[in-house]
């Protein structure tokens, strides 16, 4: 029969095995391997789908933000000249450390020592012409014993005493011949009639005595000021008084001049006169005199308050002219200074050099590069699009890797974020600057970083694997073993997302699906290959996602394709 002749030849195949034991374990995995292709082909159509269950549990969900930057000095300057000409030192090379003012490099600077030179001899004159200016001002001063202004007015003063002490008697004595017949009984107005010419004589006489009658009037007004004032009195008063004098005297001067001519033009029309007409007029006319001396004394120190006033003017105008000058010269002198010290180029801060392109010899132009310095410290420069770039703020840490350095990892703080995003291509992207939580020598400018940003978290909240989250239009859903349910998402991370609502802790949902046929295949093959599996079931074939419990296989299902 064809069976046992088969069963005979199976027992011969496994008697020959048992003695080639190596070769057999290897046609046993070319047979099961085909068997498994033939399979795959013939039977896959018809197999069975299987679910992995999973419960979501409670979990901490970290979203992070990812970016590519370098590193960068904190400061960097190119460190130029203020001034041309030739170099005559360079003091420093690339690599040194330099600290802040240190010089870098001296130019040629006859030509500046030589104008600070005559800058400091033109502040010398100066001041001295401003030292002069400066005591005729004092001299001026109304305080001071030998200001002009002030020996005015006391002249002034002196002037109106002296007319004060001789006014009394010519008032008096004038008087008398006006008004008192017994002493000049010829100027009378029946005398002056009596003789040839006498009317005009007497229109001579009311004239003369209008004008002595004002001016006995404003002494007698005058003579109680002038009372109360003394050398020390306010220069304004004694200048107010010195001209109600110069008034006076001249009113009085014209009296006295009147009287004298009346008393000549009688002189000459009457045939005998008396010899009171001689005395009165004597008398007069060294009144006539005194009055008149009076009056220029008066005016003179009229005069010479108002030039020295103007020499006071003068004098201010002189120390603020001389003030002008000093100042000037000081500000020349400190631009020459300036001039100077820039012959030595200096480091803007403390630092590194990074790089000299000049050398001794050279000649260097008006903001020629003589150096460049770097800071010490540095940070890492990053460029963010707009919707990463919202997820970051001041003070967020950041893991920091180098291309160059390998195994090196530094944590760093976000110090500054562009407030203004750049526009490239259509591409919003803002700019980040991390600074370094602590140094490390091996890290140079211009290295290439990458930085991993905690952006934000969430602890003990119920997490899926973002694989089992769908959607349908905006909202997102998670199938269970009994459907679709409907979920509220939040925070994500690269592999987790937060649940807010629809889901609790304990949920169950549907990790995955396998075909039955497959898990067939897998563990036929492990057999034949000498090992052993443990299928889905087991739940150590899928590991399971940080937050969810082991998946579970449920029973076999069809699927409609």
């Not at 020390?232 to 008084?241: G, L």
Request: glycine letters at 6%; aromatic letters at 6%.
């Amino acid at each position: 029969m064809i069976i046992p002749s088969i069963t005979r030849r199976i027992k011969s195949a496994f008697s020959w095995l048992a003695g080639h034991r190596k070769s057999s374990v290897a046609i046993l995995a070319v047979v099961a391997l085909g068997s498994y292709y033939a399979y795959s082909i013939t039977g896959s159509d018809s197999a069975a789908v299987r679910t992995i269950i999973a419960s979501a549990q409670r979990g901490s969900v970290i979203s992070r933000v990812t970016g590519s930057g370098q590193v960068t000095a904190i400061s960097q300057a190119d460190v130029t000249s203020s001034v041309s000409g030739d170099i005559e030192s360079v003091l420093v090379s690339a690599g040194d450390d330099v600290y802040l003012g240190q010089a870098l490099a001296t130019i040629e600077d006859s030509d500046a020592t030589k104008a600070v030179t005559n800058a400091e001899l033109a502040v010398a004159n100066a001041q001295i012409a401003y030292d002069k200016a400066v005591k005729q001002h004092a001299n001026q001063a109304d305080d001071s014993s030998v200001s002009d202004i002030k020996k005015a007015y006391e002249k002034g003063y002196d002037a109106i005493t002296n007319t004060f002490i001789d006014l009394p008697i010519i008032f008096i004595d004038v008087n008398d011949i006006f008004y008192v017949p017994q002493h000049s009984p010829y100027f009378s107005d029946t005398e002056m009639r009596s003789v040839s010419g006498g009317d005009v004589a007497i229109t001579y006489k009311y004239q003369a005595g209008v004008l002595f009658d004002k001016a006995k009037k404003e002494y007698d007004a005058s003579f109680a000021e002038y009372k109360s004032l003394s050398a020390s009195s306010d220069p304004e008063k004694i200048s107010a008084f010195l001209d109600r004098t110069y008034a006076l005297l001249r009113t009085l001067s014209a009296a006295l001049t009147g009287t004298y001519s009346t008393i000549d033009y009688l002189n000459t029309r009457t045939s005998n006169p008396s010899s009171q007409i001689g005395v009165d007029k004597s008398q007069l006319s060294s009144y006539i005199s005194k009055v008149n001396g009076n009056v220029t004394s008066v005016s003179n120190s009229i005069t010479a308050i108002e030039d020295a006033k103007d020499s006071s003017a003068s004098s201010e105008l002189s120390l603020k002219s001389a003030e002008l000058s000093l100042s000037q010269q000081k500000d020349a002198l400190a631009d020459a200074k300036k001039d100077l010290a820039n012959h030595v180029v200096r480091a803007p801060f403390a630092g590194v050099v990074s790089k000299v392109p000049v050398e001794a010899g050279d000649k260097i132009s008006n903001n020629g590069a003589v150096a460049t310095v770097i800071t010490k410290s540095q940070n890492v420069v990053l460029s963010f699009n707009e919707v990463d770039a919202a997820k970051l703020k001041k003070g967020q840490k950041a893991t920091l890797t180098f291309d160059a350095i390998d195994g090196l990892s530094l944590s760093g703080t976000i110090t500054e974020i562009d407030v203004t995003g750049t526009v490239s291509q259509g591409v919003v992207s803002y700019g980040v600057k991390i600074s370094f939580d602590t140094n490390d020598e091996r890290i140079k400018p211009g290295m290439t970083v990458s930085a991993s940003i905690v952006a934000d978290s969430r602890e003990r909240v119920v997490v899926l694997p973002s694989s089992v989250i769908k959607y349908k239009g905006s909202q997102a859903y998670v199938t269970t073993p009994n459907g679709d349910v409907a979920v509220v998402t939040g925070l994500s991370s690269d592999d987790k997302i937060e649940i807010v609502s629809g889901f609790k802790e304990g949920d169950q949902y549907v990790s995955s699906t396998v075909s039955s046929s497959a898990v067939a295949e897998k563990s036929a093959a492990a057999s034949l290959l000498g090992g052993s599996t443990r299928g889905p079931g087991t739940g150590t074939g899928t590991r399971a996602t940080s937050g969810a419990s082991a998946p579970q296989v449920a029973p076999a299902s069809p699927v409609s394709r």
